[in-house]
């Protein structure tokens, strides 16, 4: 079954994204500051997205929504939760 459900909230970690090579993270940094825009959301540590945006970013990185997330645990944007759903808890 899938880790992603509809209940999973996605919260990205923007320090660590923004210490990532461009290169690999751009297009998820260049979405993510473009929902800090549309929200004039500038000054937060992490970023709450929705579900259907990870589906989204799946199709630009050319992964299945749980093959991005896995990514992104490993860039360390994402915590793994106990229960296999999504979080961050490092603050
Ligand atoms: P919108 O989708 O028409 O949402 C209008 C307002 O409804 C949002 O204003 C927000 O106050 C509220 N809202 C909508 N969906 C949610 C939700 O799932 N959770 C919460 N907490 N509030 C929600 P806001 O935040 O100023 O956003 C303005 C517009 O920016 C949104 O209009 C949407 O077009 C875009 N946007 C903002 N954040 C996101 C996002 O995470 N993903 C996407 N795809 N678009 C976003
Ligand atoms: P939460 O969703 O678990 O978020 C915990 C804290 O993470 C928030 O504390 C905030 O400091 C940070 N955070 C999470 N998502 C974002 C984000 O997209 N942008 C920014 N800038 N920071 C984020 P905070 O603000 O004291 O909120 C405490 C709790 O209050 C939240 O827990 C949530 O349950 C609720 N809450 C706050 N604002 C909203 C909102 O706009 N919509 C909804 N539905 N709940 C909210
Ligand atoms: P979701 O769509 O997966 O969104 C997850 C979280 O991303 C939201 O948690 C909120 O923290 C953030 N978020 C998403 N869209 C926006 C937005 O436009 N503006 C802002 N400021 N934050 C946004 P939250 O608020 O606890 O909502 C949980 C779920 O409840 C959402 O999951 C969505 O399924 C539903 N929901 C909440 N508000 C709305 C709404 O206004 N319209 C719709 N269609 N669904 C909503």
Do not use: C, F
Not at 30 to 44: L, P
Not at 70 to 88: C, F, H, K, M, Q
Request: glycine letters at 6%; aromatic letters at 6%; hydrophobic letters at 35%.
């Amino acid at each position: 079954s899938s880790a992603i459900t509809k209940s999973t909230k996605i919260v990205l970690n923007l320090e660590s994204l923004g210490s990532l090579p461009a290169d690999e993270a751009g297009p998820l940094a260049r979405y993510a500051s473009t929902i800090q825009a549309q929200r004039h959301d500038y000054n937060g540590k992490v970023l709450s997205i929705r579900t259907e945006d990870l589906k989204s970013l799946a199709i630009i990185y050319d992964m299945s929504p749980d093959e991005l997330t896995t990514r992104l645990i490993e860039w360390g944007v994402l915590s793994p939760g106990a229960d296999g759903s999504i979080y961050t808890d490092e603050d």
